[in-house]
Each structure stands twice: as C-alpha cells, then as structure tokens.
C-alpha cells in the first residue's frame, strides 16, 4: 500500500511539473504600409434576401486593420517542432455560420478528424462548396435552405485553408485552417494571438494571411514562459 501511494505521489509531482513547463506564445501582427481599399459588395446589396440586412452595401474583408495597424484574421500554427507528437481530436465543435450572406467567422480554426458544425442563420438558400484539394479531405457541396439547418463535416487531414464557397452568392467565403495540434489561434480585430500551452522547446510558428501571404518564425519555450512575438508583414 505504501508503495502504491508513494507511485501515486510521484505521478501528481510530474503532471505538475509538466504543466508548470507549458508557456504561451503571444504577440500582435501588425501591417506596414496602407491595406488597400475594400470595395463594396454591390451584388449583396442588390440581392432581395441579403441586401434587407444592410443599410449600405458590406465591404470585402481582405484586409481588416485595426488600431495601430493590428491585422485581424492572421492564422497563427506551429509548423514545425511537433513531429512526433499525436493530439487526439476535441470533442468540441466549432460553428462557422452563414448571417446576412457573409461567412461568419470569415478565418477559423479546427483540428484534423475534429467535428466542424457547418451552420446558416439566414431564411433562404445557401449552398456550401468545398473543392477537392491537395490535401485529399473529402469533397462536398451540399443546399441549406432554412435558418437553423447545421451540417456537420470533418476534415481528416491538414489543409491551410480548407476554403468554403457558397455558389448562391459567389462573393461568400470562409476559410479554416484545419491543422493536427492544439497550438493554433486567430489574430483577433487588433491583430493579437495566443498560441496556448506549448512544452519547452523550438518551434516554428507560420502566420498565414489570406492576402498577405505566409511568414515563419523561430522561437524557443524555456521553463514555461511566455514568449511575446510581435510581427509586421507587407
């Protein structure tokens, strides 16, 4: 008995320490220079289902700048550093919605093999598109007709970005970035991120911009610390 608690003492010791190593990434992404202009969705305002939610014609979100030049709809991941590693899919199911004709959120993320509930809040019509891609997750191009209908798909592979189109209305898209870890985020409308609960070690984090494009950086987690990464992309 006194060897079983004295085991028992010494697991709890170890998954203390463990999590007493895990740091977080953080930091803000900021752009250089003017984004260019957004230009107004004119055939969602001229839509009789879509253009009843809007007062004045939604502009693209290409480029969405915040305060101090913050860049929102970054995806941060890890790239590289976690080779070896298996992370067992959440059984939490992220929502990308279909409101007033416009993808919300327009970037997300999701894990491979992890449920994705697929959702329209309009009263009409849409159509979900996802083409084959490279990655080889399964295609699909299903109708939702009425407000409240949700599909659920899964994306069993990595694939930065799984794009979604509704062929409906052409200019609706959402993107998410399906990756194989937890150790991802989403610049938020001032352009911060958090990267969660990384073990001491090197990485490479990837911030993918949708316009903007993929840069990569090195960091080092050391006895759990925080690491702060600010970023400027062109």
Known sequence: MKTTLRFAAVSVLLAA????????????????????AE???SPLAKDPNCGKSYSKAPTTRHYVVGADKGLANVFVYVKKGLEGKSFPAPAEKPVMDQKACLYQPYVMGARAGQPVMIKSSDDFMHNVNFAASKSGNDTFNFAQTKAGQVNEKIFKNVEVFAKLQCNVHPWMFGYIGVVDSPHYAVTDASGK??????????????????????????IEVKGGATVNVTLEVK
């Open 17 to 36: 320490v463990s999590t007493l190593q895990a740091g977080d990434v953080t930091g803000k992404v900021t752009l250089k220079g003017d984004a260019p």
């Open 39 to 41: 230009k107004e969705i």
């Open 193 to 218: 991120y958090t990267v969660a609960g990384l073990a001491d070690g090197k990485y490479t984090l990837a911030f993918i911009h949708l316009k903007a494009g993929e840069v990569l950086q090195e």
